[in-house]
């Protein structure tokens, strides 16, 4: 299980369950509050969690959550809400966990060095929810928060310390204190009082009162709920009722023979319940002396009135049970009736209950007369086990391999498996000694999906390896741990006291080890460090004791360490002192050296438990020389190495502290050897026990599928492709960039040499391209993406590794010896895209898109209801067990007249029962119950699909069906040879495949149309009750996920989601969250440029939740303290770890719960700006003509439209969340928010996408500086936002801050213009004073984004050249900013800088270089490009149309066309260019007016050319000219 790591990956698991039941033998059970859900905990660390119903008690087992690795020892609620679906689980090893109920995700999960053995979970006074008391094998009481898994605080002793064996916690009657009663194991009773006060850094509390008692061991101590007068204590050999006064004895049971007490509990104040460890209930009649209302209370007991036993629960033919059963008495409620039950889970795996008879007095009386030899027993109301539940399914669970069993007894049991994921193998061990290699996305669909593939005879092909005598235990492919290791070798270890070491290519048997003396229980690769002979080596481990060390190439065992007393528990490596570390169960560990085989040392206790964990500290560390000296271990090795004592004394003075942690820290499968890349795909076997056949995992990343699927798709491409395509902006980039660079003669020479080299060597742009990306890749290993290199590298052994290879009509093409396999690969890849696709596909819904999906896409459907499960944090799983659609079925039943048709009637009849029911629940599930799961479900399965839809929607010609598939891979090839098309033929074969991409595209856009908009309509028409919605918090989580496509995704749905809520809707959940957005004060994100730290007094508030809703909250810096916010409330500013990013807690309806602990404080804050910024950004402000779809360049939008709070009339949310936003955009990189994270980006987006909504409060200059920093940190070879593959985190932030200066530059083009011209004023002031104030201005943002700057106004002239046109002067100002003047020496500015000359009011003179620019209130602005300066004239009274320079530069004309006049102006210098320069006008006309029709298109208006020097005409629109001279 360790090898899946939750982190921020989209996961989708799917479990193949099997014909056979896990083993579950039962270890502790609880019953929740509304009785819906039983939830039973076992020895080998599961949990079983039961549908329940109400009314009849009938269970259901529902789900297997996985995650402990211990027994589980307590069960208890987390919170006194009824319906607060959580519980707390707590095993033997120490690890505490909270789930959530409905869908199985374990929210939180701690280890401790504490053991409980009971947990009883009580609602103090003075707090707002359960605390759970907790004692176990430890002297104190640990009181904690159930959802935070923290220690609030301890009870602890003064006299006699010792384990506490049993423990009741109840408030006093009329009392405002809780009093705790303690019973230690050695017989003292404690009493704790408490008021409520106690916090967590107070001292422990010690006990008001103790008094020893002789009752040693006690099981259990409950006192009585009905009087609080009498306590009842169970020891397993007697029960005692106790006065709860002075704790005298009243009575006392001695057990019955042969069984010992386990518990019991109070049925009323007379009565009592007790049960034995041979799982019966006994039911007593206390005496008058042991009544608390009676006159005989604690008097002397009289002789014949002893307990009385009336009752017995008991199990009719009962057989003896292996280890002592759970049992838990739990009254209940419902409808203003008391219901008692006795509930008992047994090592069987039964579960059963005992509804408790009410038995009056008279009937007792009537008991006692009768005088039974044996009191009356009474059945279990309930009787169910998991193996019932597997025997009632008709057809059995479907397993991996049923394809090679006969009939329907269970096959050869499946013992080990293993999955290659290079070649896409399952490699299964079985209990005769086989091992079959077969492929596994083939062998998958044969179980689950409809298909061809149904018809075909031994299909897929398999390999049989025999070599085993007997059940193979262990498989290990070395070459998948390490590539260090031959890509042939499989390794496998039997019961047969055998290792065998197999060519998985040939499939025969090279070698087989023969030194163990036991079976073979574990294979493991040592690391890498190790000398070359070791790592030539695997490790196996076996059941005599003994660890070897088998060399694969030399054929021999080099290391044989066979002297352990005890079972093998861990294994260790120290490489650079050549020890290999043998931990045994004892706790003593051997010290082997590797090279020699030489034992060194035997270490007990305390240094045995220093030298295991000094292994688990960082190995690198201790490689370079003194980092690791400061870890005591590392000297103790260094001690053992040259035989030092002291130094080995120094080391073992550590704590004792770790020692638990250890035993569970190895991971047995060896996977800490490496972090493994993810993959598309991975198979994992599941056995609840060693006993047990296995059953399989399949695990889908998505992001890793969708990286595989693109990397395959651009590695085809060349650079040009990829730029046609519009997945990067390579070549329009590279010319823009160019221009902002210095051009001298020799250096424009350079740069044409060197775009002529790009050209000549298209491969070194690829090359770059892959490297860009390999970085991004490589920094993100973990996060699921992968070095595109290894792939093609595998592609390659995917195409080389196929034994038998299967063509689309079922004949075998090719032989084992491995000829050229004729035809093309089926592609592993897209494989598995179309069994996930399939598995994930609301089929049903739509009948038609049905078609589309099986005719066109080549989905296929499933056959049997699917059980998935749910990754959450630490790897901790819930699966879906395939009994739960028992409960399905009872529906269908009750279904079932209304859709009987005569058509299909006939087909069913001829078909067995059972298959026709199975279609219809396989249905049902598809259209209904698979999205009535849980929301993390929906939510998962939606991104995926819509992800991967938009994936291979992207992709050319993707599709499932084989011959397609088998025509685009040929297609691909032709255009790649041959771009001119030759024949006719081969024209229309070209059409016929354009036309079939564009239904294919369409076809996958359909897919994800239904499922990111329409689909909760349609499940509720389909009759759902239930639909379980997808989480807006999970969605808001992935806004700005690493990787595109489920970015996007993300996106969508959100959008659809909030769009679906409706107005009133959206402004509830605006409430809800507005509570946690930080509210940053405007102090923190004003006044401090981008560069500079920040105050590190910064503090974030969360308004407290009594405020009531957003409207109240008006924070300014001022009164920021006196806000009312409760100081627990106030923590550091949120912390972005992108490990942490664990889903938000899928709560259904908008409940507002205080955030249980600091790091989720944090989740929540995180959430909450990027789910109020997306509302605000995309419903701040609805588009005038209603419709609620609007996209952030529409500019027809009312100003002032109030929308769930975030119009004008209430700008205060407004505000705080762009001051959030701007925070995260502007703030320094700290250790705390770093540079480039989700978050940040999720900030940047927000900004460009809800620009006008924040505008108001925002300081937009400071926001376009910051985000240019972004853009101008930025390789050229930016890829564009539809570019698939994930990029480096500072690559990923600089693409998102281009996209939103885009958005915020046409959204609003005035701002953004206006803006950058006060900058760029500001730079040119500061540039003229550089050496006085000495600064360096190669640094400025202003100087390095020139590129950046200069696309953003290219890209504005062209989409709004009207705004332009009014800023023109503005614009000239930047634009010259950002060019080279060195360029405009040489060329024109036409040539320059081609888009600003389409302004006519723009003119440019070469020989004399100068710039004129015709602005709209009538002045005309020239630029000395010699001098760098400009000056204004007032050249008319309106707006200018037009102006040019004469071919000679003496004479400038403007025209106004508002003004209707023409004016020449001469410029005239002092002598030799020295003094002022001044201009002025020498010649003025008035011109005819023009027609208003023609003012309509002012840039088409008129054009001013000079025809000589003397004379220039002006040219009007509707083609008249006019002359004028000097």
């Not at 049971?253 to 109070?266: C, Y």
């Not at 995180?1166 to 995309?1178: F, M, Q, Y």
């Not at 208003?1492 to 003397?1510: H, K, Q, T």
């Amino acid at each position: 299980m360790s090898s899946m790591s939750a982190g921020t990956n989209l996961v989708v698991p799917v479990v193949l369950w099997g014909k056979t039941a896990p083993t579950h033998c039962i270890s502790c059970v609880f019953l929740s509050r509304d009785q819906r859900t039983l939830v039973t905990g076992c020895y080998d660390g599961q949990i079983c969690l039961w549908q329940v119903d109400p009314d009849t008690l009938k269970m259901t087992p529902r789900c297997l959550l996985v995650g402990h690795t211990a027994p589980v020892l307590c069960l208890s609620k987390a919170s006194i809400v009824l319906d607060n679906n959580f519980i707390v689980s707590s095993s033997e090893s120490g690890e505490m966990c909270t789930w959530d109920l409905v869908d199985g995700k374990c929210r939180e999960v701690v280890k401790l060095p504490y053991i409980h053995t009971s947990i009883q979970a009580y609602h103090m006074c003075g707090c707002d929810d359960v605390r759970l008391f907790c004692n176990g094998y430890y002297a104190e009481v640990l009181v904690m928060d159930p959802f935070s898994l923290e220690i609030v605080f301890t009870l602890a002793s003064r006299v006699n310390p010792d384990w506490i064996s049993a423990l009741h916690v109840l408030r006093p009657a009329k009392r405002k204190d809780d009093v705790v009663l303690g019973l230690t194991t050695t017989g003292t009773v404690k009493v704790w009082t408490l008021f409520g006060q106690e916090t967590k850094n107070s001292e422990p509390f010690y006990e008001n009162e103790s008094k020893q008692i002789r009752c040693l061991n006690a099981l259990s101590m409950t006192c009585c709920a009905y009087n609080q007068r009498t306590v009842l204590i169970v020891c397993s050999k007697y029960w005692q009722i106790y006065d709860a006064g002075d704790f005298s004895v009243l009575c006392s049971v001695i057990s019955p023979r042969g069984e010992r007490w386990l518990g019991g509990d109070f049925l009323a104040a007379d009565r009592v319940v007790v049960w034995s460890d041979e799982g019966r209930g006994y039911m007593y009649k206390l005496p008058a002396n042991s009544i608390a209302d009676s006159k005989d209370f604690h008097s002397k007991s009289v002789e014949n009135d002893n307990p009385f036993l009336y009752c017995l629960l008991a199990v009719p033919s009962d057989k003896p049970l292996s280890c002592p059963p759970a049992m838990r008495y739990h009254v209940v409620s419902r409808q203003g009736k008391m219901y008692k039950y006795l509930i008992r889970g047994d090592s069987e795996g039964c579960v059963l209950v005992w509804n408790i008879p009410e038995v009056t007095n008279g009937q007792l009386a009537q008991i006692k007369q009768e005088d039974f030899a044996k009191p009356p027993a009474i059945p279990p109301t309930v009787l169910t086990s998991l193996v019932k539940a597997w025997a009632e399914m008709k057809p059995p669970p479907v397993g991996i391999l049923d394809q090679l069993d006969s009939g329907d007894q269970p096959g050869v049991r499946l013992t080990a498996s293993i999955y290659l994921p290079q070649q896409s193998r399952l490699v299964v061990g079985r209990e005769d000694g086989s091992v079959i290699i077969v492929p596994a996305t083939q062998t998958v669909m044969l179980q689950l999906l409809h298909g061809k593939h149904q018809q075909y005879d031994d299909w897929p092909p398999h390999q049989l390896l025999l070599g085993h005598a007997g059940r193979v235990n262990c498989l290990l492919y070395p070459h998948h741990l390490h590539q260090r290791y031959e890509k042939s070798h499989l390794v496998s270890g039997g019961v047969d006291f055998a290792v065998c070491l197999w060519d998985l290519y040939s499939g025969t048997l090279l070698h087989r080890f023969c030194v163990h003396a036991g079976e073979i229980t574990q294979l493991l690769v040592p690391p890498n460090s190790c000398s070359q002979r070791i790592q030539k080596c695997v490790c196996s481990i076996a059941s005599d004791h003994s660890v070897t060390l088998l060399g694969l190439t030399e054929r021999k065992c080099v290391v044989l360490a066979s002297r352990h007393l005890f079972p093998v528990v861990t294994i260790k490596w120290r490489p650079l002192d050549d020890f290999m570390i043998v931990g045994c169960s004892d706790g003593t560990v051997y010290v082997w050296q590797m090279e020699t085989g030489h034992l060194d040392r035997v270490l007990h206790g305390i240094s045995a438990e220093e030298v295991l964990y000094a292994c688990d500290e960082n190995p690198a560390a201790s490689s370079s020389g003194d980092v690791g000296l400061a870890n005591p271990a590392v000297h103790f090795f260094r001690g053992l190495r040259h035989r030092n004592l002291s130094a080995i004394r120094h080391a073992t003075q550590r704590g004792l502290h770790q020692l638990q942690q250890l035993h569970h820290a190895t991971n047995p499968d060896g996977s800490d050897q490496q972090k493994s890349r993810a993959l598309p795909l991975m198979i994992q076997g599941l056995r609840t026990n060693p006993k047990d056949p296995e059953s399989h995992i399949l695990v889908f990343d998505i992001e890793a599928l969708i990286v595989q699927l693109l990397t395959e798709e651009y590695s085809t491409m060349s650079p040009g492709t990829l730029e046609a395509q519009g997945l990067i902006n390579q070549a329009e980039y590279q010319k823009v960039a160019a221009l902002t660079q210095s051009a001298s003669p020799d250096a424009h020479k350079k740069i044409a040499d060197f775009f002529g080299r790009v050209k000549d060597k298209a491969g070194d742009l690829e090359r770059t391209l892959k490297e860009k990306d390999r970085h991004g890749i490589l920094a993100k290993m973990k996060e699921g993406a992968e070095n595109v290199q290894t792939k093609l590298q595998a592609h390659a052994e995917i195409v080389g590794f196929k034994p038998i290879q299967v063509d689309g009509k079922g004949n075998e093409v090719g032989d084992q010896g491995g000829r050229k396999v004729r035809g093309l690969e089926t592609n592993t890849t897209m494989e598995i895209a179309q069994l996930l696709l399939s598995l994930l596909h609301a089929w049903g819904m739509d009948p038609d898109l049905d078609r589309v999906c099986e005719g066109k896409l080549g989905l296929l459907r499933p056959m049997v209801p699917v059980s998935f499960g749910v990754l959450s944090k630490g790897g901790y799983m819930s699966l879906l067990l395939p009994t739960w659609q028992a409960k399905c079925a009872n529906e269908l039943d009750a279904e079932k007249p209304a859709n009987t048709s005569g058509s299909a009637n006939s087909l069913e009849a001829d078909l067995p029962v059972e298959l026709v029911r199975l279609e219809r629940l396989t249905r049902l599930f598809t259209a209904r119950t698979h999205w009535e799961l849980s929301t993390t479900l929906t939510s998962n399965h939606l991104l995926a699909i819509i992800a991967m839809a938009n994936t291979l929607m992207s992709m050319n010609n993707a599709t499932f069906i084989p011959e397609q598939e088998r025509t685009r891979k040929l297609h691909r090839q032709s255009t790649r040879t041959a771009l001119n098309w030759a024949t006719k033929a081969e024209e229309e074969n070209e059409d016929l495949f354009t036309a079939q991409q564009a239904q294919i595209k369409q076809g996958w856009s359909l897919l994800a149309t239904l499922h990111c908009v329409l689909l909760p309509d349609k499940v509720v028409q389909a009759g759902s009750k239930n639909f379980k919605r997808p989480q807006v918090e999970m969605m808001a989580r992935r806004w700005q996920h690493q990787c595109l496509e489920v970015r996007e995704a993300a996106q969508a749905l959100l959008l659809a989601e909030l769009g679906r809520l409706g107005p009133k809707g959206r402004k509830a959940l605006v409430d809800s969250w507005a509570q946690f957005l930080p509210s940053y004060s405007s102090a923190d994100t004003l006044g401090f440029p981008p560069g500079t730290p920040q105050p590190s007094s910064q503090m974030l508030t969360v308004p407290s939740a009594q405020q009531g809703g957003s409207s109240q909250q008006t924070l300014s810096s001022g009164q920021q303290g006196s806000n009312g916010s409760a100081p627990g409330h106030q923590t550091e500013q949120p912390q972005h770890e992108d490990e942490d990013d664990d889903e938000e807690e899928g709560t259904e309806e908008y409940c507002v719960r205080k955030p249980w602990s600091v790091a989720e404080l944090k989740r929540k804050q995180t959430t909450a700006v990027v789910l109020l910024g997306v509302i605000g950004a995309e419903f701040g402000q609805d588009v005038s003509d209603g419709s609620t779809r609007r996209r952030a360049s529409e500019d027809q939008r009312r100003k002032s439209s109030v929308v769930e709070g975030f119009g004008i009339g209430n700008n205060n949310l407004a505000r705080l969340t762009s001051l959030a936003l701007t925070h995260l955009l502007l703030a320094a990189p700290s250790s705390r928010l770093p540079a480039h994270t989700p978050l940040r980006r999720a900030a940047i987006d927000l900004i460009g996408r809800g620009f006008t909504v924040w505008e108001p409060y925002l300081d937009v200059s400071k926001v376009l500086l910051g985000l240019l920093e972004l853009c101008c940190e930025a390789d050229k070879l930016m890829p564009s936002m539809t570019y698939g593959l994930p990029l480096t985190p500072a690559a990923d932030s600089c693409r998102t801050a281009r996209h939103a200066l885009t958005l915020i530059a046409t959204a609003r083009p005035a701002a953004f213009i206006t803006t950058m011209a006060r900058e760029v004023a500001r730079y040119n002031t500061l540039q003229q004073n550089a050496q006085a104030l000495n600064v360096n201005l190669s640094n400025s943002v202003l100087h390095r984004a020139k590129p950046e700057i200069l696309r953003g106004v290219e890209l504005l002239i062209d989409k709004m050249q009207n705004e332009m046109a009014d800023l023109l002067v503005e614009v000239v100002d930047i634009v010259l900013h950002c060019l080279d003047p060195g360029h405009l020496k040489v060329k024109g500015l036409a040539e320059v800088f081609p888009a600003i000359c389409r302004f006519n009011q723009v003119s440019h003179c070469p020989s004399t270089r100068r710039i004129a620019v015709g602005a709209k209130n009538g002045q005309v602005a020239l630029y000395e490009l010699r001098s760098q300066k400009c000056q204004m004239i007032h050249a008319h009274g309106a707006a200018i149309t037009a102006n040019t320079f004469s071919p000679d530069g003496k004479y400038l004309s403007t025209y106004s066309c508002h003004e209707n006049r023409l004016s020449f102006w001469q410029t005239s210098t002092g002598m030799f260019g020295l003094g002022n320069s001044q201009t002025r006008c020498i010649k003025s006309y008035s011109t005819a007016p023009i027609a208003d029709v023609s003012r309509l298109n002012p840039m088409r208006l008129a054009r001013l050319i000079w025809i000589n020097n003397r004379t220039v005409s002006l040219m009007l629109a509707d083609g008249s000219e006019t002359r004028f001279n000097v």
